[in-house]
């Protein structure tokens, strides 16, 4: 399956992401990361429950809405077992805990704030997606 580069789209996704962010922020002075919203919404119910439940059922009918509107961007390939998904859906889990946020709350809402932890985190991201694209697809002969 190719990849074919579509700024005007990119530009539209992260147009978007960055202003759910800034609203979150703004109307209820929460970061926007996926990890804490989910934690949160799955622990014992607080004042805060009902709008984490909200986000996080608007990013999945968001994603809905795309599949039934664009049907082609909701292809998805899975190239993987269910046992290595889960695996890597755990190491994602103990990474988040780690680092004290996800993609989302670093890459996104951090680095907007100026956080240095965010510009520390977001880049130790990346290199080790770097590290781990190099490894799959060159040094293992994925």
Known sequence: MPTEF???????GGALIGLAAALLLLANGRI??????LGGAAGPP???TGW???FIAGLLLGAL????????????????????LIIGGLLV????????????????CGLARGSPRSIVATVVFFAVALLTVFIVCHAAGG
Request: hydrophobic share 45%; glycine share 14%.
């Open 32 to 37: 926007a990361g996926i990890s804490g919203i």
């Open 65 to 84: 809405a795309m599949t039934r509107l664009a049907p082609a961007t909701g292809e998805v390939a899975l190239q993987a077992s269910i046992p290595i």
């Open 6 to 12: 579509t700024p005007l789209s990119a530009l539209a």
């Open 46 to 48: 607080d004042a805060n």
């Open 93 to 108: 889990g103990f990474g988040t805990r780690l680092g004290s946020g996800c993609t989302s709350a670093h890459g996104v």
């Open 52 to 54: 984490r439940v909200a």
